[in-house]
């Protein structure tokens, strides 16, 4: 294209939205095929250092592979025999539950009325609908049990993908050409989801056992499915430590005393703020890079686009997202935006702004690029 027809920089902007507008409307369409393939690809991701550490061992990549698939659908097995007996249980006792809770309104608006409150008995009701609210909590543990019902297409294709991981650098290099530069982002992309993926799971199994143990001591009905519930829900930044809590202490308003569901919510809020706020940070390190809004936005805006399986990632594509954008000039700017707050300073924005363009230079000394003159050439 000659300099005449060039497109300015508002042109430019403009056919890069459009561009995103119609792949991201296309990704939303596809959500029931591409979610679970991305929910696949996360898991596999978790498993790839398992398979790596058996085949430092002398395993063949095919008996690791049936090894680690073995093991996700042993653990995927149990997960779902445990929760489809526990649901349906739930699910029978969903009507008793909701008369308790239409008695229990009643009494809370009938005292407020004898505290002075007029109208309260006909306001309660509207603003806290005991059929509205059990309505709410069976789509939340449907929603989860759909995912579960996935579980063997996942599987076949985390099995797939492991099968396919040892050969996929070589095939990315040969297709693309890409250089030791690329390789190394590659790895530093691979690196930060896994440790990630690997924490999450981690601390979200430290908190499903938790729960259960505060639940069981307590008595709570369908202890086991709100520790399933609390396990998947610990994934979801901001909002998953509520969601895990309201099933539970909802079953525990209705079949025990206020006392013991105020014991519950304290067990909730100790266990999330001892693993989510203490133990996972620590162990998480510098953080995740990625700002408190981004995180947020990230997570409207992956549930938007894929559903519930946006909301469960929606930290691992931010990242692979941000990653992506910082080894473009053109995007760094928008990786700027998504990473962690700058302090002003001599080592702050202004060590930002002076950065070297390659952000990679320990990796270029240890893998020089391939597209550089080999001495014996030059000759």
């Not at 006909?122 to 929603?143: K, M």
Request: hydrophobic share 55%; net charge neutral; with cysteine.
């Amino acid at each position: 294209m000659s300099p005449d027809h060039a497109f300015t920089a508002p042109q430019r902007a403009l056919l890069t939205a459009a561009a995103l507008v119609i792949v991201v409307a296309g990704v939303h369409a596809a959500s029931s095929v591409v979610g679970p393939f991305l929910l696949a690809v996360f898991v596999a991701v978790v498993a790839t250092p398992a398979l790596r550490w058996l085949q430092r061992f002398g395993w063949p990549t095919w008996a690791g592979v049936l090894l680690v698939a073995f093991v996700i659908l042993d653990l995927g097995g149990l997960v779902l025999l445990l929760g489809s007996g526990a649901l349906d249980g739930f699910r029978n006792s969903l009507p008793g539950y909701q008369e308790r809770l239409a008695l229990l309104t009643a009494q809370f608006a009938g005292w407020l009325e004898s505290l002075g409150v007029e109208g309260a008995r006909d306001a309660v009701p509207d603003i806290f609908s005991p059929a509205e609210v059990i309505g709410l909590t069976r789509a939340l543990v449907t929603s989860l049990s759909g995912i579960v019902a996935e579980g063997l297409l996942i599987v076949l294709t985390v099995v797939f993908i492991l099968i396919e991981a040892p050969t996929l650098p070589a095939k990315l290099r040969v297709a693309m050409n890409t250089t030791a530069h690329a390789d190394g982002r590659f790895e530093q992309l691979f690196n930060s989801i896994n440790r990630y993926m690997v924490i999450k799971t981690v601390t979200s199994l430290g908190t499903a056992v938790c729960v259960l143990a505060l639940l069981t001591l307590l008595g709570i009905d369908f202890a086991v499915l709100w520790a399933i519930l609390a396990f998947f829900l610990n994934f979801v930044p901001f909002v998953g430590s509520v969601l895990m809590a309201i099933p539970a202490l909802l079953v525990a308003l209705v079949q025990t005393d206020l006392q013991t569901t105020l014991l519950v919510a304290l067990g909730y809020l100790v266990v999330n703020i001892g693993i989510g706020s203490y133990l996972e940070p620590r162990i998480m390190g510098r953080g995740l890079g990625i700002s408190t809004l981004a995180v947020f936005l990230a997570l409207l805006f992956w549930g938007l686009v894929l559903g519930k399986v946006g909301v469960f990632l929606a930290v691992p594509l931010t990242m692979a997202m941000k990653i992506a954008l910082e080894s473009s000039p053109h995007t760094r700017p928008i990786a700027v935006m998504l990473g962690p707050a700058i302090t002003e300073g001599p080592e702050g924005a202004g060590a930002v702004a002076s950065a070297p363009a390659d952000p990679l230079p320990q990796q270029r000394e240890q893998f020089p690029r391939q597209d550089r003159e080999d001495p014996q050439q030059r000759q």
